[in-house]
């Protein structure tokens, strides 16, 4: 058997990456897309210890984190889509309008 | 199946699980990125089964790679910038030391995984994970979340509508 560990090895890895994706990467698609990457190391951890404690639980939480998902994929797509008709840029440097 | 044979399935979907993770960091095209980031759910999907999460699986391969890359991969389609976007932008100060505490993070959650010390993972009924299992846990003990859930998701149907429309 593979030890509970590893799965949370590869979820901690997982996140870390869509945490640096977040703080790198300019182009607001991507990272909307980083943080998918980041939701899904969270459902790897809930799917991870509900195997590790033979509970179902940690399935429904990641059904709903799915869901969760889909529909913030949904508006933060409309936003972003809006702000590229507003501002003509994806560039999340280039969206200050809070800061002056 | 035995301890080697999934050792050996868990290693095959991991190591191009965490490259093409990677990639959807490193490409310089968004697109590139987007279907990186599906072979990364595909990925993840084995790992799941591996888990005994069926339905999951089935879900993310359906839902992640499905539904919601084709929405990513069409509004890449949809804001196309040309290509002054994807030249090399000179990082940041503040980028580069966020990257490097993300790096911290996840040093000290491993370090943290590490202290747990090998835990076996128990036998499971042969059900588990499956629809059957799982929609009945979601129709009984999580019925409110369930619920809640469809509402949630006609409030996004709405609110992406009314966002991204120009004039209603």
């Given at each position: 058997m593979v030890p509970v560990n590893y799965y949370l090895a590869l979820a901690a890895f997982l996140f870390g990456i869509g945490l640096v994706g977040v703080v790198v990467k300019r182009n607001m698609l991507v990272v909307f897309m980083c943080i998918e990457l980041m939701l899904n190391s969270a459902n790897l951890t809930f799917l991870a210890f509900a195997r590790r404690w033979g509970s179902l639980g940690g399935h429904a939480i990641a059904f709903f984190v799915i869901a969760v998902a889909a529909a913030e994929a949904a508006v933060g797509l409309a936003i972003v889509i809006a702000v590229f008709r507003t501002r003509g840029t994806l560039d999340v440097g280039d969206v200050t309008l809070l800061k002056s | 199946m035995s301890d080697r044979a999934e050792s050996v399935v868990f290693w095959i979907f991991a190591i191009p699980l965490m490259a093409s993770a990677a990639g959807v960091v490193v490409a310089r095209n968004p697109v590139n990125a987007a279907m990186s980031l599906v072979a990364a759910f595909f990925f993840l999907a084995g790992i799941y089964v591996l888990l005994a999460a069926h339905l999951i699986a089935f879900l993310q391969v359906l839902v992640?790679?499905?539904?919601i890359m084709v929405l990513f991969l069409f509004v890449i389609m949809l804001l196309t910038t040309g290509d002054d976007a994807l030249k090399r932008a000179r990082l940041k100060f503040a980028q580069v030391a966020g990257a490097f505490g993300a790096a911290g993070v996840v040093a000290v959650v491993l370090v943290a995984i590490y202290d747990l010390g090998p835990t076996e993972m128990p036998r499971v009924a042969?059900?588990?994970?499956t629809l059957r299992a799982v929609g009945r846990l979601l129709y009984t003990q999580y019925l409110l979340p369930f619920e809640a859930t469809s509402l949630l998701l006609l409030v996004a149907i709405v609110g992406a509508v009314v966002v991204a429309k120009q004039r209603i």
């Open positions: - | 992640y790679a499905g539904a042969s059900d588990f994970g």
